[in-house]
């Protein structure tokens, strides 16, 4: 594949402990098909003691121990990637009965916290169980839901699941995500909760901060789709972070002790390649996406 694109992505985040804690730390991209991880730098407060491993759905995950007061946390990269769209190269778009599925696959088909599948069912048979399976229901669930459900920004809740988010109306990425997964996975269609950064390739959103971004993807044909409902169009430039059955699984820290998280910022940006560095200034100067042209390094 072409990487013919260059993004800065990264994060800044402050935990102040009352007490020492420690935290699971979610924010390095996953290795994918789809990007290349040119340049990396993470920073994990003062010397503060750390240990990292790869989570049962690939994610790279590090625990720190947190000290009583301020604890900075830094994440910065430089990712290479195509300037085609989502899901342009998968061709294979044929569903899985779950007695073909692979074992690991399984796992997807399931209701979760935030993905109560099982409640759902009677509302999804009603409107998509006479659209042909497969592809053609996953992109009816997606059209559904884009045009139905309000995308409302700082409306998310931590508590609240598939199910509640559909009584609402409303909600953020991450509840667009969560209904899209638990309505395919009535179907028995594998569904998976990712997290990532989605910086505006062709796609400007000018009134929209930067922030980590969430989406779903479905199983199809041995691969995995990209199915993003808050948006409803194939998008260039995804960089995905962590997966997994639900927000419990792709959530960028979780704490345990007393702790809160008191600074947080995200960058997700098109550079040229070669003109910026892992720990340089941010600068939007230097921002190539946010119009409708997408611009794409010389090779």
Known sequence: MLFDVTVRVGCSLVYEASEPAMLLLNVQPCASRNHAVVFEALTLGDDLVADQFIDSHGNRVCRVSLRPGRNLFRHDAIVSLSSRPDNHDLTDRRPYDPGSLPPEVLRYTLPSRYCDSDKLVDFAWAHFGQVPHGWPRVQAISQWLHDNIEYRYMSGRSDLSAWDVLQRGYGVCRDFAHLAIALNRTFNLPARYVTGHLPDIGFPVPDSPMDFHAYAEVYLGGNWFTTDARFHVPRIGRIRVSCGQDAVDGAFSTIFGGANLTYFEVWAYQVARGTV???????????????????????
Request: overall charge negative; proline content about 9%; charged content about 30%.
């Open 277 to 299: 560095g892992v720990g340089d200034p941010l600068d939007l100067t230097r921002r190539l996406d946010n119009q409708w042209t997408v611009r794409t390094d010389p090779v």
